[in-house]
């Protein structure tokens, strides 16, 4: 809906866009960042802002969200519950909630009432694993997204622990049909149970268009809530026994949603027309297989264009087949993975064959641990470093068996990539040692040498100054340090040289020896330009974007690496710089429309000559884009990835993932697999050459808060995975068996 004149235009930094929605307590809107990022914006009404128990419950509200990470729900972007008009930013999903699609489109098939069961019992098991109890799971909190279901709004729950709620005054809260007897009889007994029993009211309403407690006044609806037996007329035979359960007016007699997948799974069976997943029972645990119907592509991959994300009626609307089975299987196990050498494995299963993955080393374990986990040298506790909010996250580099890591705040340390343990941690480039605010950055390791970038703010306020320094990677101990300027372009390591401002002023570019920090050349950069390395690949090409607005041209920069020589071509403003292909610079250019993050054109430049070359994109791509082997990977905010000829600018292949948010594609060329990962350390594995989806791993981080675009990344050491999560964890898989428990470092 458009906005309306007493709309806000902004709130907390996002524009907004229009209007979602409204209730009673405040109005929903769709936001964007100046990222370009959508998000949806909850605003209360202006007569609420004043009321403080309400402002109280609305803390609360974001406080519960914030500690669910479930891949079914929408997890909390910003907030400020103490602003004139209180506030709070989400995910924005795409798709209309579970009532207007049953409003508008009726009862749901079996396929789909299926795949809703599964995902909502998967948000459940995350709600309640978080200590929250929702209180109002309900139709119209449901969002009926094309990658699965979203729960939403949280603004009646509470701690499951916290007996001292705000609705035990006499209120009545939540909605009559799908509420539990004892949040009509006595809201301090509210428990997890009852969440339970308003799945089972949703799943009757989603089957059957009717609640089973429907009467014509909420009074006599609350009265059959508490006292009659539900009413499942046209609930299919297999789900009734199911549903009775849920709704069994004793909290004790109700399932635990932990049981209640498998349950989902064999009342409500895959009918054979899907044309991707097939969930089977297996040694006593579900695991996924993925079939193929006949006369279907080797993959379940879609070539094609994607129709409009809000095209109007029932087709417009439908879950996106292929993949969607793999999103919602989520609730039945911990991990996705048919694991190599099931011997029961249908005709046809298109999973990982066994030799697509390395051997792992000897000693090799999974383990898990943090960046604050105690050190055998240097700085051996995690100090209380004052972060300067530069960096997401802690970000790492693998190097031969060993995981290097720093960040806001975090000092610079070792891992080894075997066990788990960490080595040593250093105590800054130079030491730390006295107040102020640090940040750290690894920019590389080579020739057995960390290369770091150091932030240092010595009070409040003021630039922070940056250094340049090197440790010797196996004791932790400082190679060299340099003092830096503030410059155009950022510490960049390629090959054993370290590139960093130089000069009076910072204008220029020094090349030191990684190992020595000796100089090796200096070169100019352009007159009142700001400049970015490229993102990947070999050379040193930087594109320089000049400061004045009002210019249409962008300064391509390929420096020479053996003595700093320079090559300059013009490129578009809105260009961005991916790295090297085939010799030549490739850079993506940006559509038109100011207000859009997005790519239409691929633009190719001779670095010796200037000369460029542009491919139109075949599908504009949205989201975050990489280059490595020849392809440009693009990961959309709504877990989608998307393989694109970095030659021809068609699209190769694009597959629906359920990962929230990934920030990131690492491609493994050797075992021909990309890998996705997300804040809350899921992570999902692809085929590199069709699209096809692998594997899918459940949450690993104890907390998500952190969800920038840097927020967790995948490395890869000898054959197996290190993944780091936006709030310092770390941990490994082995790609073969990704169910493997891990044990802490």
Known sequence: MPLRKDDPKSVGGYRLLDRLGAGGMGAVYRGRARSGREVAVKVVHAQYAEDPVFRTRFRQEIAAVRKVSGVFTAPVVDADPDAERPWMATQYVPGPSLAARIRDDGPLPRTELRRLALGLVEALREIHRAGVVHRDLKPANVLMA???????????????????????????????????????????????????????????????????????????????????????????????????????????????????AAEFVAALPETGDEDAGTVRLRAGELALV?????????????????????????????????????????????????????????????????????????????????????????????????????YS?????????????????????????????????????????????????????????????????????????????????????????????????RPHLAGDLVVVPGGGDGRSLVARSARTGAARWTAALPEGQYCDWAQTGGGLPLVCAPALVGTRNRTLLSLDGADGTAHTAKVPLRSDLLGMSDGRALLVDRVEDLERDAYARIRLVDTGTGRSTTTRLAHELEGDVILADGVLWCASSSGRLTAVSARTGERLWTTRTSLEQPSGVTHDPRARTVYLSTASGRVAALD???????????????????????????????????????EGGLFTLDPAHPDRKPVSG
């Open 688 to 726: 590199a050459r069709r699209g096809t989806l692998l594997w899918e791993t459940m949450p690993r981080a104890e907390r998500a808060e952190n969800l920038g675009q840097e927020s967790s990344q995948v490395l890869l050491d000898a054959g197996a995975l290190i993944v780091s999560t936006a």
């Open 146 to 260: 094309d990658d699965g279901p979203r729960v939403i709004d949280f603004g009646i729950s509470r701690a499951v622990e916290n007996h001292n709620t705000l609705t035990e005054t006499g209120q009545m809260i939540g909605t009559p049909p799908f509420m539990s007897p004892e949040q009509l009889t006595d809201a301090r007994s509210v428990g997890p149970a009852s969440d339970v029993f308003s799945l089972g009211a949703l799943l009757v309403f989603a089957a059957t268009g009717r609640g089973p407690f429907d009467a014509d006044s909420p009074y006599l609806t609350a009265y059959r809530v508490v006292h009659d037996a539900p009413v499942l007329d046209g609930v299919p035979d297999p789900l009734r026994p199911i549903l009775e359960r849920c709704l069994a007016k004793d909290p004790r007699e109700r399932p635990e949603p932990g049981t209640l």
């Open 290 to 390: 993925r079939t193929r119907p006949e006369g279907m592509p080797d993959s379940d991959a879609s070539p094609v264009a994607e129709p409009p994300a809000r095209r109007r009626g029932r087709a417009g609307r439908l879950w996106a087949v292929a993949g969607t089975a793999v999103v919602l299987a989520l609730g039945l196990t911990a991990y996705l993975l048919a694991g190599p050498g099931d011997d029961d494995r249908p005709k046809g299963t298109d999973v990982a064959a066994p030799s697509r993955w390395t051997a792992l080393p000897a000693g090799w374990r999974p383990w898990q641990t943090t960046v604050d986990a105690t050190a055998a040298s240097g700085v051996k506790r995690a100090s209380d470093v004052v972060g300067l909010n530069m």
């Open 393 to 489: 996250a802690p970000r790492c580099a693998a190097h031969e068996r060993a995981v290097f890591c720093a960040g806001d705040g975090t000092l610079p340390m070792r891992i080894d990539a075997l066990t788990g343990r960490v080595v040593w941690r250093a105590d800054g480039v130079p030491s730390i040692a006295g107040k102020g605010s640090f940040g750290f950055r690894i920019l590389g390791v080579v020739d057995g040498t960390v290369v770091v970038e150091q932030q240092y703010r010595p009070g409040r306020e003021g630039d922070p100054r940056p250094s340049v320094g090197a440790l010797d990677a196996r004791t932790g101990k400082r190679l060299w340090h340099r003092e830096l300027n503030s410059g155009p372009a």
